[in-house]
């Protein structure tokens, strides 16, 4: 008798399982013998097993460069299942993704069902590298379970060829994880400390009691004026202007307030400061400058008018548009964060942009901010006491860059506004403007698919700090 059946006998544990052969997942795209392996698993799955196809499962997917293939693989290099993920639509850069063909061999054993889930996890991590702001997949009704365990939302049925289907969604959260890393603490942290002037909440600036004047405040990254200051110099100047500009006020002037290690720091600091105010028009007055601190740079901004924009000045059912300036590139350093839209456009450009709001007197406006496009459509609508549903498609972006980075980065010049059905379109020079969704009821954002799906991009109120009161009309 074996030792372990006699303790066994004996009322002690039984022997114990045999642990699972360790696996991996890697990526088999470029690997002609492990896509072999997928394409092997799948045919006897889909094609011979299930009789979900009648020859071939393979489709044009299969042939893209943009698809991505997953597999999990043993210690000996043995494929033991895969998955696809690949984006949707005409548009690869839209965010608009979907895994397909997951397939576990029965040569797994009592790993199977680890090995799924593993691949529908790392999946799900693919598609949100590559881009995903909506990951889909076409599930049998037999696995929706299996799926919803890992996190997936049942969506709805699907009929035709995919019968027996439902389509399901994995929560991309990426708008959401900005939206807290940015913005959702301001209502409980300025709770009791703002003095709000009738009308303005949430505004890129706010009006001086008693006078035509606008007055705008900003602070840049730390890190930035640490490890490139001139580009934080410009930057302080150029959001300044832009929160001026949301407002439709003419600048007048600005004071920063600088901290910095010694001299040579300062002194690249104010390089770019006195380059952005020769380029957006905004003389600096005066300021405070602290040596022997860490790098640190505030720009508070004036400007001028008697008919200022504000961003809660939307209604249920107004047209938001999208204003923006699709030339540049990524700054270097800040790829997929900031795109330089200004730094190479000529005084008369950038004033003419900047003009736009003031002219047109829109009923509302705001300065795309840190919080991306949806962000800071979000806070338009919550100043208006609505929510948005924003066309992902309609978005005007640079070519070549991806929905998900564009409707997340600081975008150089790039201003929403909200204004009845009709209204002309804001002259702003070089930018380019679309209509990109409207103002509705419900709070927070939604993203519309060119399918007609709906998303949800952020569930609640951006910042909390609540809808402006109406301005007299």
């Known amino acids: 008798m074996a030792v372990a059946d006699l303790v066994q006998r004996l009322g002690g544990p039984g022997p114990r399982p045999a642990e699972p052969a360790p696996y991996l997942i890697v990526r088999a795209d470029g690997d002609a013998e492990r896509l072999a392996a997928h394409r092997a698993l799948r045919r006897r799955a889909f094609v011979e097993q299930q009789s979900l196809f009648a020859r071939s499962d393979d489709d044009d997917h299969d042939g893209r460069a943009q698809t991505r293939v997953l597999v999990a693989v043993d210690t ?221 740079l505030g720009v508070t901004g004036l400007g001028s008018t008697d008919r200022p924009v504000p961003a809660g000045g939307g209604f249920n059912g107004d047209v938001l548009t999208l204003t923006a300036d699709l030339e540049g590139c990524w700054r270097p350093g800040y790829r997929a964060r900031q795109w330089d839209s200004t730094s190479q456009r000529s005084r008369d450009d950038l004033a003419a942009m900047l003009g736009a709001v003031g002219r047109a007197q829109p009923r509302a406006a705001k300065d795309v901010s840190m919080a991306g496009a949806v962000g800071t459509a979000g806070m338009l609508a919550e100043a208006s006491d609505c929510g948005v549903e924003l066309d992902v498609g309609a978005v005007p972006r640079p070519n070549g860059v991806d929905a998900g980075d564009w409707l997340t980065c600081f975008p150089g010049f790039a201003m929403l506004t909200a204004d009845r059905a009709g209204a002309p379109p804001l002259d702003a020079g070089p930018a380019f403007g679309a209509a990109v969704g409207r103002l509705v009821s419900q709070p927070g954002v939604t993203l519309r698919w060119p399918d007609g799906e709906v998303t949800v991009a952020l569930r609640r109120a951006v910042t909390g700090l609540g809808a402006a009161t109406r301005l007299a009309a």
């Open 76 to 296: 000996d290099g043995i494929v033991l299942g895969g998955v696809r993920v690949h984006p949707e639509g005409d548009d690869p850069g839209l965010g608009w993704w979907r895994g397909s063909r997951l397939v576990v061999g029965r040569h797994a054993g009592a790993a199977r069902g680890r090995v799924g889930a593993a691949l529908v996890r790392s999946a799900c991590v693919a598609a949100v590298d590559a881009g995903a702001l909506r990951f889909d997949a076409h599930v049998q009704e037999r696995h929706t379970g299996f799926f919803a365990r890992l996190g997936w939302q049942r969506v709805r049925a699907l009929g035709g060829d995919l019968a027996a289907h439902e389509l399901m969604r994995w929560p991309v959260d990426r708008f959401e994880a900005l939206a807290r890393a940015t913005k959702s603490e301001l209502g409980p942290l300025l709770a009791g400390v703002l003095d709000a002037v009738e009308g303005w909440r949430g505004d890129d600036g706010v009006p001086v009691p008693g006078s035509a004047m606008i007055a705008a405040t900003d602070a840049i990254l730390p890190s930035m004026v640490e490890r490139d200051p001139e580009w934080a110099g410009w930057c302080g100047m150029l959001v300044t202007a832009h929160d001026l500009s949301a407002m439709g006020a003419r600048p007048l002037g600005a004071l920063d307030t600088i901290g910095a290690a010694d001299a040579a720091h300062a002194r690249r600091i104010l390089r770019g400061l006195r380059a952005g105010s020769r380029a957006f028009d905004l003389p600096v007055l005066g300021g405070h400058t602290t040596l022997g601190v860490p790098g640190s």
